[in-house]
């Protein structure tokens, strides 16, 4: 059961660690958080894995709340064998090398379908984008270390912050290489086209 093992799963059992909770509260949890940055969420993905782990025995329901007119909200709570998978989760996570299949390297290893010159202003406009992602993260980083936010808690903001810095760096310098000359461009021709 491949779903069982992901991020969300992760992310979602974690939260039920800290204590039984709503859906709603969760989502919006994970948000504050920025949890969002490293797990992907989208639509209904938050309660259709929160079925899950209460199907697989991971979490199960430990009560409904109203509160005034609004609907009925179910809160649930991590078994013993959902503490476990979460500490299996982790685990894996942290000490295996995964095969990801970034959208970027894909690109890259295609760039010589693009002209010199479209190319680089591409690489350009992800180096800017990525800038401007580094110096609002970096602004809220420093926020959180100046209000108390333990270190431990920021490791995967770190992180990010440190492969985005590479990859900015990393960008400048191929881009300058190309505009300059010194990584020459081959140009591939046209498509054969019968007659």
């Known amino acids: 059961m491949r779903a069982l093992n992901s991020s969300l799963t992760m992310a979602v ?8 909770r709503h859906p709603y509260e969760m989502q919006h949890l994970l948000r504050e958080r920025n949890i969002e940055a490293v797990v992907k969420l989208r639509g209904g993905s938050l309660y259709d ?9 991971l979490a199960t329901v430990a009560g409904r709340v109203r509160t005034g007119s ?3 909200r ?3 709570t991590i078994t013993p064998a959902g503490v476990e998978t979460l500490t299996t989760i982790v685990r894996e996570h942290l000490a295996t090398v995964a095969q990801e299949y970034p959208a970027f390297a894909a690109g890259l290893a295609h760039l010589l379908n693009l002209d010199r010159d ?14 401007r992602l580094f110096e609002e993260t970096d602004a809220a ?23 985005r810095q590479a990859e900015i760096t990393w960008l400048r310098e191929v881009t ?13 021709p046209p498509p054969h086209q019968e007659a």
């Open 13 to 20: 059992l974690a939260l039920l660690r800290e204590g039984d």
């Open 49 to 57: 894995a929160i079925d899950r782990l209460v199907r697989a025995g």
């Open 70 to 72: 609004r609907p009925e």
């Open 74 to 76: 179910t809160i649930y």
């Open 118 to 131: 479209e190319a680089v202003g591409l690489l350009h406009e992800r180096r800017s984008t990525l800038t």
């Open 141 to 163: 980083l420093q926020e959180a270390r100046k209000t108390g936010v333990p270190r431990l808690v920021l490791l995967e903001t770190e992180y990010s912050q440190l492969l």
């Open 176 to 188: 300058g290489a190309i505009e300059t000359g010194d990584m020459p461009w081959i140009a591939i």
